[in-house]
């Protein structure tokens, strides 16, 4: 099984930038699509962005299309979140999530297998 690990994650001034890593272990990250999500307390863990396989197919949030950019490095095992324009409401732990199912439209958390640790983003006013 793949073990996902993010990093890049902390506190930034409001219309500033991050960019957030996930790296792979385990198996290659070429099988799997990959997923960003992020998670407030008390809320459900919302879906943000997608990237095929072969990162040749990119889903996004309506909410974060433009303003957030997903990648992925193969050769390198690991995939990439590029937050811009960051806002106090994009504050929440950020997950990284693999499934072997192909990427679709069908984003639910519950379609991915494999999860990372999280990482905290922080945006202040």
């Known amino acids: 099984q793949v073990h996902l690990v993010e990093s890049g994650g902390g506190l930034v001034q409001a219309g500033g930038s991050l960019r957030l890593s996930c790296a792979a272990s385990?198996?290659?990250?070429?099988?799997?699509?990959m997923g960003w999500f992020r998670q407030t307390p008390g809320k459900e863990r919302e879906f943000v962005a997608a990237?095929?396989?072969?990162?040749?197919?990119?889903y996004y949030a309506d909410s974060r299309k433009g303003q957030f950019t997903i990648s992925r490095n193969n050769a390198k095992n690991t995939m990439f979140l590029q937050m811009n324009g960051l806002k106090p409401e994009d504050t929440a732990v950020y997950y990284c999530?693999?499934?072997?199912?192909?990427?679709?439209?069908?984003?639910?958390?519950?379609?991915?297998?494999?999860w990372g640790q999280g990482t905290q983003v922080t945006v202040s006013s």
């Open positions: 990237i095929s396989r072969n990162g040749d197919k990119t």
């Open positions: 385990g198996r290659r990250l070429s099988s799997y699509c």
């Open positions: 999530a693999a499934r072997s199912a192909l990427c679709s439209d069908d984003v639910r958390p519950i379609t991915f297998d494999r």
